[in-house]
C-alpha cells in the first residue's frame, strides 16, 4: 500500500526561501558595498528573516489566502525585521547611516513582497492550467455542500479538480455528480488518489464520522467538515474561509507546518554531523577491524524498515549477529546468535550510530517513532488496531523516542509492550516540540549512562 502526506506542493516554500534570501544578499552587496564587511552582517541578516518569517508566519500562505491578508502577513514581517536589522548596528558598534537605512529596508521590502505575489498570481494561472491541482470529493448533499460545490465549480483559479459527491440521501438529478453512497467513498478515494475530503456533519451518524477521521488518519487524506450554520465551533478545529464560506479543518499535526519541519530537520542535520565526524569517522575503522578478528561479513547490516508514510528505506546498524544465523526473529538475552563484540555494542546502543547516516540522508530523524521491521508490523497489527498501528508513519521515525525512553523497547513480550509503545509515538505525534525532543534525547543519554535492561 502505497500512502501519500496529502499536502500541497512540498516545492513552492522552499523556492520561496531561496529567492526571499537572494534578494536580500543582492541588496546587501548592493546598497552596502565595502561599508559592512564583516563575516557576521550577511549571516546575521538571513538567521534574522528566517526566525522574524517563523513568528510572523511569513510563508504560511494558502491558494485560498487573500492578497490583502499577504499584504497585513508582509507588513507584520517587515515590521519585526526592521527591529532585527537595526540590532545589528548596535551589537556592532556600527555607525548607523540612516538615509542607507532607510534605503534598504523599502526597496527590500518592495522587492520581497514583489516577489511574493508574482509568485502567488503565477500559481493562480498554473492552476487554472490544471496544475498544482488538489483532486476533491464532498461527502453529503445538502444546502451548504452545494454552496461548496459552487465554490469549486466557479473559482478554478484556486486549484480544486471537484470530482463530485457521496450521499446516502436519493438525488433525483440528470448529472452524473452523484458518485456514490458513503461507504462507495472509501473505496473511490483510494482508486483516483483524493487529495482531499469536505463532509458535511449534520448528514451522517456519529459512527460514519468516526470511520471517517480513522481513515483519513490511516490513508493520510486530508479531511475537512462543512458547518451548517455560522455557529462557533468547538475545540480541535480549525476555520479557514474560501471567500465567505467557513470549512472545519481537523487540528493539523505540528510538524505538517513547513517550519517546523524545517527546524527540526536543521537540528538533525547538525546533529548528525557532529556524529559522523566526531565519533563515527574513527569508530568505523576501529570496529572494522575488531569485527574481522571475530566471525566473517560485513561490518555493517542493512535492513528494510518502513518510514515516512511507510515508504521503505535502508536502515544502517553495526552487526552484531553472527553470519548465517536468522535475524527474523528479536534477540534475547543471552542470544547465542549475538558476537561478543556484537553484545557489547547492543548493550551501549553504539550499534544504533550508523543510522545518523539514515538521518543525515532524511530517512529517519534523532527522536521520532522507532522504526520496525517489515515482519513485525504485520505481527503487531493483530496485537494493536491497525490504524494507530500506522499512524506512526505520519512523521520520519527517529533513533530514540519517547517509547523508549520510557521503558517501551526492544522486544514485545506482551500485548501491553505494543500498546504501550504504540500510545506514547502517538502522544509525541500529536504534542511534538523542540523541547520535547531535547527532553527525550536527555533521557536517552542518561539511560546510555546508566544503563538500559532491556538492551542486550
Known amino acids: 500500500m502505497i500512502f501519500k502526506r496529502g499536502r500541497y506542493s512540498g516545492l513552492i516554500r522552499p523556492i520561496l526561501y531561496v529567492a526571499d534570501i537572494i534578494i536580500l544578499l543582492l541588496f546587501v552587496v548592493l546598497l552596502h558595498p565595502g561599508r559592512y564587511d564583516s563575516i557576521y552582517f550577511g549571516p546575521f541578516l538571513i538567521t534574522g528573516w528566517l526566525i522574524t518569517s517563523f513568528f510572523t508566519g511569513y510563508y504560511n500562505i494558502y491558494r485560498f489566502t487573500l492578497p490583502i491578508k499577504i499584504i497585513h502577513i508582509g507588513v507584520r514581517q517587515y515590521a519585526l525585521y526592521t527591529l532585527i536589522y537595526i540590532s545589528y548596528f548596535g551589537f556592532s558598534q556600527t555607525i548607523l547611516e540612516i538615509p542607507k537605512v532607510i534605503c534598504f529596508l523599502t526597496v527590500l521590502f518592495w522587492s520581497l513582497l514583489l516577489v511574493k505575489f508574482i509568485m502567488y498570481w503565477a500559481l493562480k494561472k498554473y492552476r487554472l492550467k490544471g496544475g498544482n491541482g488538489r483532486k476533491t470529493v464532498i461527502l453529503g448533499n ?3 455542500t452545494r454552496a461548496l460545490e459552487i465554490f469549486f465549480l466557479k473559482k478554478p483559479i484556486y486549484g480544486y479538480n471537484y470530482l463530485g459527491y457521496f450521499t446516502n440521501k436519493e438525488v433525483n438529478t440528470e448529472t452524473n455528480e452523484k458518485l456514490g453512497s458513503f461507504e462507495d467513498s472509501f473505496k473511490y478515494i483510494m482508486e483516483r488518489d483524493i487529495d482531499d475530503i469536505y463532509c458535511s456533519i449534520s448528514e451522517f451518524t ?10 483519513s488518519n490511516t490513508h493520510f487524506k486530508t479531511l475537512k467538515f462543512i458547518p451548517d450554520s455560522n455557529q462557533i465551533l468547538s475545540s480541535g478545529f480549525e476555520v479557514d474561509y474560501y471567500d465567505y464560506f467557513p470549512v472545519l479543518t481537523m487540528s493539523e499535526l505540528a510538524l505538517n507546518k513547513s517550519s517546523y519541519r524545517f527546524i527540526k ?6 546533529f548528525s554531523v557532529l556524529v559522523i565526524i566526531g565519533l563515527l569517522s574513527w569508530l568505523i ?7 574481522k578478528l571475530e566471525s566473517k561479513g560485513s561490518l555493517f547490516y542493512i535492513e528494510e524498515r518502513n518510514g515516512l508514510d511507510y515508504k521503505k528505506f535502508q536502515c544502517y546498524k553495526f552487526r552484531t549477529l553472527r553470519i548465517g544465523k536468522s535475524d527474523d526473529n528479536h534477540v ?3 542470544d547465542s546468535r549475538v558476537t ?8 551501549t546502543s553504539i550499534d544504533e550510530l550508523p543510522q545518523f547516516i539514515n538521518v543525515l540522508r532524511g530517512d529517519m530523524s534523532v527522536v521520532g517513532p522507532r522504526p520496525h521491521m517489515l515482519a513485525y508490523n504485520k505481527a503487531y497489527s493483530n496485537q494493536v488496531d491497525n490504524i494507530q498501528l500506522m499512524a506512526r508513519h505520519r512523521i520520519v521515525p527517529g533513533i530514540t523516542g519517547l517509547a523508549q525512553v520510557r521503558g517501551f523497547r526492544g522486544a514485545i513480550e506482551k500485548d501491553a509492550d505494543i500498546i504501550g509503545r504504540v500510545k506514547l509515538d502517538l502522544f509525541y505525534i ?3 516540540s523542540v523541547l520535547l525532543d531535547m527532553k527525550i534525547i536527555l533521557m536517552t543519554l542518561v539511560k546510555l549512562i546508566l544503563g538500559d535492561e532491556k538492551a542486550y
Do not use: C, H, M
Open 206 to 215: 456519529e459512527v460514519e464520522i468516526e470511520k471517517l477521521i480513522r481513515y
Open 332 to 334: 534475547s538475552i543471552d
Open 340 to 347: 561478543k563484540l556484537g553484545s557489547f555494542l547492543r548493550k
Open 285 to 291: 575503522p576501529l570496529l572494522y577491524v575488531l569485527t
Open 142 to 144: 445538502n444546502q451548504a
Open 265 to 270: 530537520r536543521a537540528f538533525d542535520i547538525v
Open 430 to 432: 500529536k504534542n511534538w
